[in-house]
């Protein structure tokens, strides 16, 4: 039988003993503390994490939890930074939320604990996706905001995303000092749980029309979407809230067959039609590409609960629909939305893209060719909003993406956008049927032109107390113990983000890299593929990245060229010893 962990059993009496917390949640506390001493100690052994993204756990009581108490003394510690940011001066935040169990209620919390603080607080009236409320924070000039979200994690998740003033989630030095701040509510006593309904203003549907006429701006070829504007389109908002926008926005566009997957059209926190609500899972695309067989539809879109990322499938040269994973959504984009913009003369010079480090250097080559110069930033998202915060009024934002199919248009978001990135989609389609091509021949065609990239993801999860301790015991293996050679391939060249050094490994060259320091290392072999590594940010993950390069000479030869290139992946995975 398991024993009661020491720092568990402090975190639990705190509870037991504060008057702050209700009696049902003192009766669950003792109630594992008799019957379920693991589940116990796996709520209580620590603080859940309020990270340089937000918080994000398992929903239940405790302290490792998400649940009323510690979305509140977050909260507070958000509220104790942004005041002290902004003294002397009415504040304001705006607050959505997503379709995940208890995401109404957080929100409520959120904003009554805000509005407890005197702040002005805009709160939608239902649940409204991420890229809205990105939106929603420039747009009503406000100091801070919040989205209730788990993203495309499973349904024990919660989580709660915290925004600045430009709209993007916060970075240096914000985030750590929230952080800070947040740590030091360490009882719920400590939070302003009073709200001033007063202070608290409901946005309803009618906000969204203007963000609805900013995606139909970016609009590049209306004509050709009025000629084919009978193309279907599949859509599955796989029980999240791209429900509420994404169909408003593709009518809006001009499309006029689309056809909504129904079983995943419902508002369900349970996600009863998928394991997981992540588009990049086939497993949760599979009603979807049953439905697009069935209709012979043009293109299935998918988007998870809070509809900023979009997952895709389309028909191949066999005519047999196939899942397209982010790097080449994001290429296709990156390249139809510049060559439009060529073509109407709408390139001064001056324009930019952005990918991640793990994302695809297809998209770099793209920009390039368009005369478009493109930045590399880290993983994640808040990234790209704060090098578009940086080269505001200096160059011209034109789009951005990352391998984990995020992908934003233009800077009236400032996070990936999943409604807009169906739009676009969408006209691609459109476009690619005027020359009597698919989405897949559009992306054929640009790896004849640029050359063959072929990436793949592996996330190895390590769940629990443990999991943590052998994630960093496997970073720091690889970093002081390197592979030399792989798959009879010379590793020419490290990059180590945390000691901001790139060694060059036949000269013994060193640099440094002009990023902030990150627990990241990328490998490159000697015939250009890249491997990279990180442990998640968000999720008990660690996450390896893998990216070749091979020249495709002709369309024939693409099926045979990209199973040997998922084969050099899989031997490069077996030899740094992973398991799938």
Not at 253 to 259: A, Q
Not at 503 to 526: A, D, G, M, Y
Request: glycine share 6%; charged share 25%; with cysteine.
């Amino acid at each position: 039988m398991a024993n009661i962990d020491t720092t568990a059993q402090i975190n639990a009496d705190n509870w037991l003993c504060s008057k702050a917390i209700d009696q049902k949640t003192k009766d669950v506390i003792k109630d594992m503390m008799q019957n379920n001493i693991e589940e116990f100690n796996e709520s209580f052994y620590r603080n859940l994490e309020f990270g340089t993204g937000g918080l994000r756990g398992i929903m239940g009581i405790g302290t490792n939890r998400m649940n009323n108490y510690t979305t509140a003394m977050a909260t507070q510690g958000f509220v104790n930074y942004i005041i002290k940011c902004n003294p002397n001066k009415e504040i304001k935040a705006v607050i959505s939320f997503d379709s995940r169990n208890s995401s109404k209620e957080f929100a409520q919390i959120t904003a009554n604990i805000m509005s407890a603080n005197g702040f002005k607080v805009f709160l939608f009236k239902e649940l409204r996706p991420t890229p809205v409320l990105s939106y929603a924070v420039r747009k009503l000039g406000c100091d801070a905001g919040v989205m209730i979200t788990a993203s495309h994690n499973p349904k024990e998740y919660n989580g709660y995303k915290a925004y600045w003033n430009d709209g993007g989630q916060l970075v240096a030095p914000h985030d750590t000092l929230v952080i800070d701040e947040v740590m030091k509510i360490t009882d719920y006593s400590q939070v302003k749980a009073e709200p001033k309904a007063e202070n608290i203003t409901i946005i309803d549907e009618s906000f969204d029309n203007d963000y609805l006429q900013e995606v139909l701006n970016l609009s590049l070829n209306k004509d050709l979407i009025k000629k084919h504007s009978d193309i279907k389109i599949c859509y599955t908002p796989l029980h999240g809230t791209g429900i509420t926008m994404v169909p408003k926005a593709l009518e809006m566009f001009g499309f006029r067959n689309i056809n909504i997957v129904k079983e995943q059209a419902v508002i369900d926190g349970n996600f009863p039609t998928c394991k997981s609500p992540n588009p990049e899972e086939k497993s949760a695309m599979e009603l979807g590409m049953s439905l697009a067989k069935e209709i012979d539809a043009e293109i299935l879109l998918a988007t998870d609960p809070d509809a900023d990322r979009v997952g895709i499938a389309v028909k191949n040269q066999n005519n047999d629909f196939i899942l397209i994973n982010g790097n080449q959504t994001a290429t296709v984009l990156t390249y139809y939305i510049l060559k439009r913009l060529k073509e109407e003369g709408k390139l001064k010079g001056n324009e930019y893209t952005i990918k991640t480090i793990v994302t695809s250097e297809l998209i770099k080559k793209v920009s390039e060719s368009f005369g478009v110069k493109n930045y590399d930033v880290f993983t994640g998202f808040k990234f790209i909003a704060d090098k578009i915060l940086e080269l505001e009024g200096k160059e011209k934002y034109i789009c951005g993406g990352e391998e984990s199919y995020g992908f934003s248009i233009g800077d009236f978001v400032r996070d990936k956008d999943a409604i807009s990135s169906c739009c676009l989609i969408a006209e691609i389609c459109a476009w690619a049927k005027e020359q009597g091509k698919t989405f897949f021949d559009i992306l054929i065609d640009i790896y004849v032109e640029y050359g063959f990239y072929k990436e793949d993801l592996l996330s190895i999860t390590i769940k629990g107390k443990q999991g943590a301790e052998e994630i960093q015991q496997m970073m720091h293996s690889f970093r002081n113990n390197p592979p030399k050679n792989l798959i009879g391939l010379e590793v020419v060249q490290i990059k180590d983000y945390q000691t901001q050094i790139s060694k060059n490994i036949r000269t013994q060259k060193q640099e440094t890299l002009s990023f902030p320091k990150s627990n990241v290392l990328q490998f490159f072999l000697e015939d250009g593929s890249k491997i990279s590594v990180r442990p998640s940010g968000t999720e008990p993950k660690i996450k390896f990245y893998f990216g070749v390069f091979n020249h495709l000479q002709n369309k024939a030869d693409f099926s045979l060229l990209s199973a040997k290139a998922q084969e050099k992946i899989e031997s490069i995975i077996t030899e740094l010893g992973l398991k799938k």
